[in-house]
């Protein structure tokens, strides 16, 4: 449950190497893909939004680069 109250179905389920997480709401669903690269050094996050409000799903992407300290 979010803070606005809104109730979500949370699966989470580790695929061909990839952690995906699905969020399952009223509007729609959110679709977060984890792939950590093979050296370790980087994590990108496959995003995919889904809703009736939507004309299409939206697709992003984001890389996190691990740092060196």
């Not at 389920?13 to 969020?23: A, P």
């Not at 893909?33 to 980087?42: A, I, K, R, V």
């Amino acid at each position: 449950t979010r803070d606005d109250g809104e109730k979500f179905d949370v699966h989470i389920e580790q695929k061909d190497g990839q952690l995906v997480q699905t969020f399952k709401g009223e509007d729609g669903a959110r679709i977060n893909t984890y792939q950590l690269s093979p050296d370790g050094n980087t994590l990108t996050v496959a995003v995919e939004l889904r809703s009736e409000r939507l004309p299409e799903p939206v697709r992003y992407s984001l890389t996190f680069a691990r740092s060196e300290q």
